[in-house]
């Protein structure tokens, strides 16, 4: 080892023992919290509305009217109230040299829940400053530790429903990875015992209360030993709970070769996983219903939840003057699971099933993107009209 070589290893052990330190302290703060919150025994529920960037905000502005719609009555009586969050923009965020700048975390704060819209995410060359991801922040932040994803395909018998881990793994510390040396970089990959329990736990809740008979547990444990070997066991601990569900374990590599077989992606019902994992494999499931755009998806925290659109913020729509035409039927399948996941099921099943007539059904209108097609506000019409015909 040359001298610099040694140094350069000091510092990375120093940066090393604060990235444990911080992630222990995350370990015992998890602890903390035990229950979920009950929302239909709060006086009021605050929805923030944090529409993001690019087309993020013109696909919120359609959620809300949605909502608005459907929960007429309580918005009327004061059961549910919206604040608007403008402060999540691209532009601001840099500004602030902060994934989440200060004053608009406080805001996401005093929500209850959140409706989120696609947010840039800078990466290496873009020019941007290098700040995180506003979704990988708002997920530790806010403590949203699992990523529920959804994907339904009737006709091909695909009912799938992704719990993805949303706050460890590669995303835990990862834009606190070590170039050692301009030979040697390094990432950190993290598992908490609290962590994979909390998650694997509420997968199985899940698959109990919905019967859906089996929970497959998706890693990689069989090379990356530590961390997703203990995943894999505490979900595996977790399971011998729940003697109705079969419980499964697959590799990564080969379950995604799975969801391309007709024959055997049937029997998948449930899926826990670490975070990349989950990050990967729920856009190739998503792309069988229709691809990225017409996936929602769900951040649970016990205190917190957000709702957002698995896609990102189409910059290039917005540049092209293409805009009005976004489509919002990913940000109306998350806002699905918002009414749901607050006490509103009817509702929730209402937009459902609306929305599975626009999309699929009927299609009386289309979205392109372009003037081709109808514009997201044209389409959240069609959705409260069809809604409006099934009552
Ligand atoms: C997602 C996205 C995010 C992620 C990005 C935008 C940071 O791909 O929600 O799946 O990697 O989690
Ligand atoms: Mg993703």
Redesign the pocket.
């Known amino acids: 080892m040359t001298e610099t070589e040694n140094k350069a290893i000091e510092e990375a052990v120093v940066k090393f023992r604060e990235l444990m330190e911080a992630q222990l302290t995350r370990a015992k703060t998890i602890k903390e919290t035990k229950d979920f919150v009950d929302y239909q025994n709060l006086d009021k529920i605050i929805i923030g509305i944090c529409g993001g960037d690019g087309i993020g905000p013109i696909i919120t502005k359609e959620s809300m009217r949605v909502i608005e719609f459907l929960l007429k009555d309580e918005v009327e009586k004061g059961k549910i109230e919206f604040k608007v969050i403008d402060g999540l923009t691209i532009e601001n965020r840099a500004a602030h040299l902060q994934a989440i700048p200060d004053d608009v975390l406080e805001e996401l704060k005093a929500c209850h829940v959140i409706l989120k819209g696609?947010?840039t995410?800078p990466h290496q060359g873009d020019g941007l400053p290098n700040i995180e991801?506003a979704?990988?922040a708002m997920?530790k932040a806010l403590d949203l530790f699992a990523?529920v994803r959804p994907v339904k395909v009737p006709e091909e018998g695909i009912d799938w429903t992704f719990f993805?881990e949303?706050t460890e793994g590669g995303?835990a510390v990862g834009s606190h990875g070590v170039n050692i040396t301009d030979d040697l970089a390094v990432d950190f990959t993290v598992a908490t015992e609290e962590g994979c329990e909390r998650i694997a736990r509420l997968a199985y809740d899940y698959a109990q209360k919905n019967n859906k008979g089996k929970v497959s547990i998706i890693t990689k444990a069989n090379i990356i030993k530590t961390t997703d070997g203990k995943f894999l066991n505490i979900a595996k601990k977790v399971g011998e709970e729940y003697p109705d569900i079969v419980t499964d374990e697959w590799f990564v590599d080969i379950t995604t070769a799975k969801l391309i077989d007709p024959a055997r992606r049937k029997d998948f019902k449930v899926f826990v996983l670490p975070?990349?994992y989950?990050?990967i494999i729920?856009?190739e499931a998503a792309e069988f219903q229709g691809g990225v755009g017409t996936a929602g998806?769900a951040n649970i925290g016990k205190k917190y939840a957000m709702f957002?659109a698995?896609h990102?913020s189409a910059p290039r729509m917005i540049n092209e003057g293409r805009g009005k035409y976004a489509d919002p039927c990913s940000m109306l399948r998350a806002t699905v699971m918002l009414l749901s996941h607050i006490g509103y099921q009817k509702e929730a099943d209402a937009l459902e099933k609306a929305l599975d007539i626009c999309m699929f059904d009927e299609k009386k209108l289309t979205i392109t993107g372009r003037d081709t097609g109808c514009t997201c506000e044209e389409f959240g019409d069609y959705v409260m009209e069809t809604i409006t015909k099934l009552k």
């Open positions: 696609p947010t995410t991801s979704n990988v997920r990523n993805r949303n995303y975070n990349l989950g990050d729920t856009d998806s957002e698995i990102g």
